[in-house]
């Protein structure tokens, strides 16, 4: 499989705005569900948000409101847009991908529940930086 590979990470001021990317050649299409994950320094990795192959979302409650998940299957990416930004939100952010034919084994025909131990798809992460 073609690697995930996360960009658009930084440094940003509470309150600020950034959009990560996600190049997912292969990913994109309805037979994977998709996901954002993210990882603090001492903290497990944990869901933030997922994407089904038509486009329905699901999101951790700490980040309703605030981040939106998307992705643009013509250029194979799949974006993570945050706004208003925390310091708590400061980690590794990754991209994730399942084939959902596995997936639905254990969670039935919906992207929605997300643990990191289902997706067998990786990218290398991209640093998220939010300061006081």
């Known amino acids: 499989q073609v690697p995930l590979v996360e960009s658009g990470g930084g440094s940003v001021q509470a309150g600020g705005s950034l959009r990560l990317s996600c190049a997912a050649s292969g990913y994109t299409d309805s037979n994977y569900c998709m996901g954002w994950f993210r990882q603090a320094p001492g903290k497990e990795r944990e869901g933030v948000a997922i994407i089904d192959g038509d486009g329905s979302t699901n999101y951790a409650d700490s980040v309703k409101g605030r981040f939106t998940i998307s992705k643009d299957n013509a250029k194979y990416i799949l974006y993570l847009q945050m706004n208003s930004l925390k310091p708590e939100d400061t980690a590794m952010y990754y991209c994730?991908?399942?084939?959902?034919?596995?997936?639905?084994?254990?969670?039935?025909?919906?992207?929605?529940?997300?643990?990191?131990?289902?997706?067998?798809?990786w990218g290398q992460g991209t640093q998220v930086t939010v300061s006081s």
């Open positions: 994730a991908a399942v084939f959902k034919n596995s997936y639905a084994r254990r969670y039935g025909s919906r992207c929605k529940t997300m643990v990191r131990e289902d997706f067998s798809y």
